[in-house]
């Protein structure tokens, strides 16, 4: 009973972090279409909005809440993460749909661009553009259409893009000149530390069950059900599924195309900042970070059935199993009297990096069968 | 004030030239037909009029005031209604939602407008019965249906129809053409329907035949003579 409990638990907690890496790339990838192979790095900028967001907590001002640092980070990563993405959807991507080689060159172009960026940049500046971009892209987005008109045209433009500017400039001084750590470049790891109440364990059964992980399996849960919500009832839910599945006559019908796109991928990058938050508890943050879980992500969406959600959880969570099975070795300790050469065999696999040449192979092998992954699409539409 | 006006119309699909000086004018409330053999450019005009594609020369005039700059879902919400050849229903949206989109074409889009307006199930009475199933299981017909129906839910000026009697039963055939002479009746709507169905062609005001992408012929249907017709329909 233990066993089973303890290995149920591992599992979902494997599970649900590839669950929330992956969700982000279920929509840029799966309903999009768009092979973005920065979705790591996208994670990478969500953990390091996570230790820029510590360091600022741990400002005498704002000390008091430090406690609450970690929800708050979820927030700001999203939207830090969603930023980067909206930017690169607007200067990138929305030139390459149509044409997923060049694409997958570009943004493997764009990933290695942002991991040297958070070596060689102080994540002061870092952060002033990211408020920079943040706000100039807010003002092109509140200020009403007929305010730019003639004359005025220019001077509101420079005006909002001067003050996007300032604030950009203004924070990254405020920040590298309050906290030391920000002001420097550094292509070293750093590390989030967990505030005190989310550190240690909750018994449950006579087991201990690591707090850090329970709260990722929360997050991940809270993001599948809003993705779930917001795709299937929202108004924009409606728009973004009409337009992956056919975009000439979703703009025929009305519906402005670009800005789908746009919405479309900022959530899909947001949620790679939230999963950013995640991996950010569970090891040191790094420039490659991202990189670790870039090809576990597509690996689920292909698996699950590319531009299915009920799948993208299934798969995540079977993945997460088979991990918990091969990789601890759990095997073993469900059925000791194994004969001798299987044993071995299995005992070779149980460490992390075979386990996982294992679990590749497993699906390299399950998509010669079902290509579709385990939910393909269904119905007449199908052949046409 | 013609509703729509064409003139010199030029569109190129890359490097060949398929419109060539296409000249056209609709009026509200009246049903214009448009005639020729396959291949002879229909679809693409009816492509340039939404702005699928973009003409190299000419001029669009909607309701007085150029388009030809403007993308596809503006000239949506400023009230022409494109109802393509193979129906193009969203496959994995429900019949619901399919209509409600038609509703992103109204001021406030989707946001404001919710309710389908029950006229659509009066004309389409199929519809009702189908509200739930996904767009890309009904029928070629009622796909049809679904399609009109979708059209008329942004409250249109003008209608383009492509083809909307190709590929369907008899009985179905019978239903849109009445549908479509009711709308507009009621609702003083303007018309281009593409179509190679003489019953059908011979409910419209006025005819353009073409042919290799220009306009060679035009005038009231009343006066189609056998010889236009065994010319430009393919029956």
Redesign the interface.
């Known amino acids: 009973m233990e066993l089973i409990l303890e290995s149920l638990f591992n599992s979902v907690a494997i599970g649900s972090v590839l669950l929330v890496a992956a969700l982000g790339l279920a929509i840029v990838f799966g309903l999009m279409g768009v092979i973005n192979l920065a979705h790591g790095e996208l994670m990478m900028v969500g953990a390091y909005s996570t230790y820029v967001t510590q360091l600022i907590f741990k400002l005498p001002i704002l000390k008091p809440f430090y406690d609450i640092y970690v929800l708050i980070a979820i927030i700001i990563a999203f939207i830090v993460s969603g930023t980067v993405g909206i930017l690169l959807e607007r200067t990138v991507i929305r030139r390459l749909y149509g044409s997923p080689l060049e694409t997958l060159l570009a943004t493997w172009g764009v990933s290695l661009i942002l991991q040297q960026f958070v070596r060689s940049v102080p994540l002061a500046y870092a952060t002033g553009c990211v408020i920079t971009i943040f706000i100039s892209l807010l003002f092109s987005t509140v200020i009403p259409q007929n305010l730019l008109q003639g004359n005025r045209r220019k001077l509101i433009k420079t005006g909002a893009l001067g003050t996007s500017a300032a604030a950009g400039v203004l924070t990254a001084s405020a920040l590298a000149s309050l906290v030391s750590k920000l002001s420097r470049a550094s292509s070293r790891n750093v590390d989030v530390t967990a505030p005190p109440w989310m550190r240690g364990g909750v018994d449950v059964l006579g087991m201990t069950f690591p707090k850090t992980r329970l709260l990722i399996i929360v997050i991940t849960i809270i993001s599948v059900v809003a993705v779930s919500i917001f795709l299937n009832k929202s108004v924009w839910g409606v728009r973004i599924r009409a337009v992956t599945q056919n975009r000439d006559m979703s703009e025929c019908l009305g519906i402005s195309t670009e800005s789908v796109d746009v919405i479309t991928f900022g959530i899909g990058s947001g949620l790679a900042g939230v999963a950013g938050v995640a991996v950010s508890l569970l090891g040191s943050v790094g420039p490659n970070v991202g990189g670790n879980y870039i090809v576990g992500c597509f690996m689920v969406v292909v698996l699950g059935g590319v531009g299915n959600l009920l799948g993208t959880v299934i798969a995540s969570f079977s993945i997460g199993l088979m991990t918990d099975l091969i990789g601890a070795g759990r095997l073993l300790t469900i059925w000791p009297n194994m004969p001798q050469p299987l044993a071995s065999t299995v005992d070779f696999f149980s460490t992390t990096s075979m386990a996982r040449v294992m679990i590749f192979a497993l699906i390299v092998g399950f998509l010669q069968y079902r290509p579709a992954g385990l939910f393909p699409q269904k119905g007449r539409m199908v052949e046409s | 004030m013609n509703l729509l006006e064409v003139s010199n119309l030029n569109t190129y699909y890359s490097e060949s030239h398929i419109l060539r000086n296409v000249d056209l004018r609709i009026k509200a409330g009246e049903m214009v037909c448009l005639i020729g053999r396959n291949g002879v450019g229909k679809t693409t005009l009816l492509k340039s009029l939404?702005?699928?594609l973009k003409p190299r020369g000419g001029e669009i005039l909607f309701e007085g005031s150029s388009i030809i700059r403007s993308?596809?879902?503006q000239r949506?919400?400023s009230g022409i209604a494109?109802v393509?050849q193979g129906r193009?229903i969203?496959?994995?949206?429900t019949v619901e939602?399919n209509l409600?989109?038609?509703m992103?074409?109204l001021p406030g889009?989707?946001?404001t407008n919710k309710r389908i307006d029950p006229f659509i199930f009066e004309l389409f009475p199929i519809l009702k019965d189908f509200l739930l199933r996904?767009g890309?299981?009904l029928s070629g017909g009622q796909q049809q249906q679904l399609a009109i129906g979708?059209a008329l839910l942004?409250h249109p000026k003008l209608l383009l129809l492509d083809e909307p009697t190709e590929g369907i039963q008899p009985n179905v055939i019978q239903d849109i053409e009445t549908a479509v002479r009711r709308i507009i009746k009621e609702t003083g709507i303007g018309v281009l329907l593409v179509e190679q169905h003489l019953h059908f062609v011979r409910q419209a005001d006025r005819y353009y035949a073409m042919q290799r992408g220009g306009i060679v012929a035009s005038g009231p249907t009343s006066e189609l003579s056998k010889d236009v017709i065994s010319k430009f329909l393919s029956v």
């Open positions: 939404i702005g699928l993308k596809p879902h949506a919400r494109y393509p193009e969203i496959p994995y949206l939602e409600t989109l038609g992103e074409a889009g989707i946001q996904k890309g299981d979708r942004g």
